[in-house]
């Protein structure tokens, strides 16, 4: 079975879980959360890109 589940949902849930069970500040999820927002009006952002999706790519290809 395949169960596709969109990068944003994933690291929400990731985000969440710190904050309930690592005790991450919810202060420093939404910093975070900013940083990533404001570095991808950067010249960096098509690299940043770029690796995401080969990163996906590899995990995705490992499992056919």
């Known amino acids: 079975m395949t169960v596709s589940l969109p990068l944003v949902f994933v690291?929400?849930?990731f985000a969440?879980?710190?904050v309930k069970f690592?005790?991450?500040?919810?202060?420093v999820?939404?910093?975070i959360a900013l940083f990533g927002f404001w570095l991808s009006h950067t010249f960096?952002?098509?690299a940043i890109e770029?690796?995401?999706r080969?990163?996906?790519g590899v995990i995705?290809?490992?499992h056919d």
């Open 11 to 13: 690291l929400g849930f």
């Open 29 to 31: 999820v939404v910093l």
């Open 60 to 62: 995705n290809s490992s």
């Open 50 to 52: 770029s690796g995401t």
């Open 22 to 27: 690592l005790g991450v500040r919810t202060w």
């Open 44 to 46: 960096m952002a098509p």
């Open 54 to 56: 080969s990163g996906v």
């Open 16 to 18: 969440w879980g710190a």
